[in-house]
């Protein structure tokens, strides 16, 4: 048996009339940016998210980066940002011209080491990023009182939480602003680049908005020096038509989760922490752990499942952020996590037959 590491088919395949019939009403109103279908989803993102406001841009990355600058961080600011995360959450605070700050992970959770923000706190540090890293939430209450003890905005990193929940809120409304990617293999994606801002904070809203539209407020007028970062009407139609669909697909999600968490029993494999009362994981990816990582995933391979590693080199040791000087060794946990993590199947539409299939393999593994 084949199992792909993520398959998009079976709920495009669900969806195709309508994602036909939402492309075909874009082209014949022939209007591709800024149009209706941009602010009917703004709308609807928003009243899912809990949220005031939801702004469309072009890419997560680009989230992040329109929500620091419109809270005015730059040259000579700091940001903290979890070790362990995608380089996007640190390349944004590096667009501002500020410094991202690693802070070291819970190995167990994968998600930033509240106990840890406070002794990274200098006093350049503006902000901090908290990553709800493959869909569970961060630690928000731990977080949101540790910056306000230290006057700092949190931003939260939502690209791959759409519909988590931290103690009954949706994620987006924990912080001051929350960033979401629609890249298509998220929970909620588009069929192309895509994201947005989400935020209960009026002036970040409209500063956010004026700065993805080259710094415009209106035709013609600029107020901000800006930049072009839109989502555009033919993605915005086609994650219309899936919002309505993400509980249902999320659900799935966890179903899969709990039979991973439930059934797989090898002693080499350390499971990702299920969810409890405090938060619901949405399982954009479902990563276990190893000590002979490569073997597993050779192993897998040669079994036909699908694997990816999340990530195979920290961002400290990256080419990227060779001038922050961090040796290897200095971020310990996330050089741990990056030597031994391994993402195994999980979308939408698998099989029961693949699901005990990729969990058979699994525990056969010696």
């Known amino acids: 048996m084949n199992v792909p590491f993520v398959s998009l088919r079976p709920m495009h395949d669900e969806l195709r009339d309508k994602l036909d019939a939402a492309y075909n009403l874009v082209l ?11 602010e009917l989803f703004e709308n609807e993102f928003a009243s899912y998210c809990g949220a005031k406001h939801c702004i469309g841009v072009a ?21 903290i940002v979890p070790s362990n995360t995608f380089i996007a959450t640190a390349l ?21 080491d509240v106990t840890k ?35 700092l905005k949190v931003i939260e990193d939502a690209a791959q939480a759409h519909g988590a929940k931290y103690k009954g809120k949706t994620v987006g409304t924990l912080s001051d602003a929350a960033a979401f990617s629609f890249y298509p293999g998220k929970n909620l994606g588009a069929l192309g680049d ?7 904070n009026d002036e970040i809203a409209s500063k956010v908005r004026a700065l993805g539209n080259y710094g415009s407020d209106y035709k013609y ?68 752990r190893c000590d002979k990582r490569d073997e597993l995933e050779e192993y897998l ?25 961090i040796k290897e060794g200095e971020l310990p946990i996330a050089e741990e996590i990056s030597k031994t993590i391994l993402s195994i199947p999980m979308y939408y539409g698998m099989s029961d037959e693949e699901i005990s299939y990729v969990i058979s393999t699994i525990n056969s593994f010696r």
């Open 28 to 38: 014949d109103r022939s209007i591709y940016i800024q149009g209706k279908e941009c």
């Open 59 to 79: 890419t997560g990355l680009d989230a992040i980066y329109l929500i620091l600058k419109a809270m005015g961080i730059g040259q000579g600011d700091e940001v």
């Open 92 to 112: 944004a605070v590096s667009y501002c011209g500020a410094t991202p700050v690693f802070v070291e992970p819970v190995i167990e959770n994968f998600n930033i």
């Open 117 to 151: 923000i406070e002794k990274a706190i200098t006093d350049k540090t503006k902000a901090v990023i908290a990553v709800h890293l493959q869909g569970r939430p961060a630690d928000m209450d731990s977080i949101n009182a540790i910056a306000k003890m230290h006057n």
């Open 194 to 200: 895509a994201g947005c801002v989400v935020t209960n």
């Open 221 to 288: 007028h600029h107020i901000y020096k800006g930049t072009n970062s839109r989502l555009d009407e033919i993605q915005a139609a086609f994650l219309r038509v899936k919002l309505p669909e993400l509980d249902k697909w999320n659900i799935a999600r966890r179903k899969i989760a709990a039979r991973y968490i439930n059934e797989i029993t090898n002693s080499l494999i350390k499971l990702p922490v299920a969810s409890d009362d405090t938060f619901e994981h949405i399982y954009h990816v479902f990563a276990v």
């Open 301 to 325: 391979k040669n079994n036909g499942i699908g694997t990816v590693k999340h990530y195979p080199v920290p961002m400290h040791l990256q080419g990227a952020y060779a001038d922050l000087n």
